[in-house]
């Protein structure tokens, strides 16, 4: 019945369902002839009704791009990285030519799933990597940070909690987020801290690494639906993570050292190629990454054999710098022009403006991540006094105007009759 009878002999609203009161309820939505329906109800409701819609929209295609397509899609959105852009593009084609693919008899052979290990500089594009190619396969991603992360019991956030970002983002499509990517950042922070055994728990660092384990390798996770903490009666959504790719990204500041260190210990006798550390670059000392040095770093050997495929990333050089400020469709050269067009502004940048810029960013070693920051602090003083000059204008941004902080050129343009 949708009406009660209370203590004071009138009657109170309640869900025609379920039968909870409107106190109970957080919300009764009304219906003709006194019939209500709570909002957990309408819930349920819905999930039954998207159920048959889920479970159609969830069989995986199987119209995998090919590793060229792949990379060539990646070079729209990433500028350089080449090496990094290739062994991503295999990585990913095998995976999800495996989902397509799964054993039939137990006697197949099984393929098992390859998760990726991102290691650069910052300001890289390691983020931007994982986003693009969750974009080109059209899955389900979600990006994570792992310093948020700690053992389950402690302040913080549990590490199946990466787990419902995955499924929120794939509208609560369970069997869609089974084959999704999750991006996990600043995974070198959760490095153990210190390579002895501490007496006390490491709970934001070995102790995280534990908790990821067979999550990164595959089992039935049980994820808590609002997120927080497990508690006794609260219904938990399970989840294969068999079939969901995993990427791990950090900048593993000091690792080139553990790597120099081991390769200019080891060599020995004559015609030894002597190594020089001037002259080698990060992404050369991360090219000869051996699982020992992850160790040293902190990171355990269990979690290293669960990220078999380990790619580097290197820094940008001014060139690639110049194509992030100036080529994409987005880049924040254009957005200046586009916004300060708008005030009969019109925007230039000389090739020494571009530059210094691109130097500025390398000097700070901020990478393409910096460069927005070092152009917004260029250009506000310019963004006030600009708009209150009558006219068409054009404004020419010099490479004094960047390394000295001067003033730009300001032209009048005299509007055709």
Same mark, same amino acid.
């Given at each position: 019945?949708?009406?009660?009878?209370?203590?004071?002999?009138?009657?109170?609203?309640?869900?025609?369902?379920?039968?909870?009161?409107?106190?109970?309820?957080?919300?009764?939505?009304?219906?003709?002839?006194?019939?209500?329906?709570?909002?957990?109800?309408?819930?349920?409701?819905?999930?039954?009704?998207?159920?048959?819609?889920?479970?159609?929209?969830?069989?995986?295609?199987?119209?995998?791009?090919?590793?060229?397509?792949?990379?060539?899609?990646?070079?729209?959105?990433?500028?350089?990285?080449?090496?990094?852009?290739?062994?991503?593009?295999?990585?990913?084609?095998?995976?999800?030519?495996?989902?397509?693919?799964?054993?039939?008899?137990?006697?197949?052979?099984?393929?098992?799933?390859?998760?990726?290990?991102?290691?650069?500089?910052?300001?890289?594009?390691?983020?931007?990597?994982?986003?693009?190619?969750?974009?080109?396969?059209?899955?389900?991603? *979600?990006?994570?940070?792992?310093?948020?992360?700690?053992?389950?019991?402690?302040? /913080? #956030?549990? +590490?199946?909690?990466? $787990? =419902? @970002?995955?499924?929120?983002?794939?509208?609560?499509?369970?069997?869609?987020?089974?084959?999704?990517?999750?991006?996990?950042?600043?995974?070198?922070?959760? *490095?153990?801290?210190?390579?002895?055994?501490?007496?006390?728990?490491?709970?934001? /660092? #070995?102790? +995280?690494?534990?908790? $990821? =384990? @067979?999550?990164?390798?595959?089992?039935?996770?049980?994820?808590?639906?609002?997120?927080?903490?497990?508690?006794?009666?609260?219904?938990?959504?399970?989840?294969?993570?068999?079939?969901?790719?995993?990427?791990?990204?950090?900048?593993?500041? /000091?690792?080139?050292?553990?790597?120099?260190?081991?390769?200019?210990?080891?060599?020995?006798?004559?015609?030894?190629?002597?190594?020089?550390?001037?002259?080698?670059?990060?992404?050369?000392?991360?090219?000869?990454?051996?699982?020992?040095?992850?160790?040293?770093?902190?990171?355990?050997?269990?979690?290293?054999?669960?990220?078999?495929?380990?790619?580097?990333?290197?820094?940008?050089?001014?060139?690639?710098?110049?194509?992030?400020?100036?080529?994409?469709?987005?880049?924040?050269?254009?957005?200046?022009?586009?916004?300060?067009?708008?005030?009969?502004?019109?925007?230039?940048?000389?090739?020494?403006?571009?530059?210094?810029?691109?130097?500025?960013?390398?000097?700070?070693?901020?990478?393409?991540?910096?460069?927005?920051?070092?152009?917004?602090?260029?250009?506000?003083?310019?963004?006030?006094?600009?708009?209150?000059?009558?006219?068409?204008?054009?404004?020419?941004?010099?490479?004094?105007?960047?390394?000295?902080?001067?003033?730009?050129?300001?032209?009048?343009?005299?509007?055709?009759?």
């Amino acid at each position: 019945m949708a009406r009660l009878r209370n203590g004071s002999g009138g009657f109170e609203r309640s869900c025609s369902f379920c039968g909870k009161s409107a106190d109970m309820a957080r919300r009764l939505i009304a219906g003709p002839n006194d019939v209500f329906i709570c909002d957990e109800c309408v819930e349920v409701c819905r999930k039954i009704l998207s159920e048959e819609d889920h479970d159609l929209s969830a069989q995986f295609t199987g119209d995998i791009p090919t590793p060229k397509e792949i990379k060539s899609y990646l070079d729209l959105f990433v500028i350089g990285q080449d090496d990094a852009k290739k062994a991503l593009s295999v990585a990913v084609y095998n995976h999800y030519k495996r989902i397509a693919n799964p054993a039939k008899e137990p006697d197949d052979v099984e393929i098992e799933k390859s998760n990726v290990l991102l290691i650069g500089p910052t300001g890289t594009g390691k983020t931007l990597l994982a986003k693009t190619l969750a974009r080109k396969l059209k899955v389900p991603f *979600a990006i994570v940070d792992a310093t948020t992360l700690t053992e389950a019991g402690y302040v /913080g #956030e549990d +590490v199946e909690n990466i $787990l =419902l @970002k995955l499924i929120q983002n794939a509208g609560g499509n369970i069997a869609a987020a089974e084959r999704g990517i999750v991006y996990i950042d600043e995974i070198d922070k959760i *490095a153990r801290k210190g390579e002895n055994i501490s007496i006390t728990r490491d709970v934001s /660092g #070995e102790g +995280v690494q534990q908790a $990821l =384990l @067979k999550i990164i390798e595959g089992t039935i996770a049980s994820v808590p639906p609002q997120g927080g903490r497990k508690h006794p009666n609260q219904e938990m959504i399970r989840i294969n993570t068999t079939d969901i790719l995993f990427i791990c990204g950090g900048a593993f500041v /000091g690792l080139d050292k553990y790597i120099e260190h081991r390769v200019v210990q080891h060599p020995m006798g004559f015609g030894t190629e002597i190594w020089d550390r001037r002259e080698r670059s990060i992404k050369e000392l991360f090219n000869a990454l051996h699982p020992d040095d992850l160790i040293h770093f902190g990171m355990i050997p269990e979690f290293i054999g669960r990220l078999p495929i380990t790619v580097s990333l290197e820094e940008l050089k001014r060139e690639d710098l110049r194509r992030i400020i100036t080529e994409p469709r987005n880049a924040i050269i254009k957005q200046y022009q586009a916004s300060l067009a708008i005030d009969d502004v019109k925007l230039e940048f000389t090739e020494g403006a571009i530059d210094a810029i691109a130097d500025t960013a390398i000097k700070q070693k901020t990478g393409a991540r910096g460069l927005r920051a070092i152009v917004e602090k260029m250009m506000t003083d310019i963004m006030f006094e600009i708009p209150s000059i009558e006219g068409n204008k054009r404004v020419v941004i010099t490479r004094d105007t960047v390394e000295k902080s001067e003033p730009p050129e300001i032209h009048q343009i005299q509007k055709s009759a």
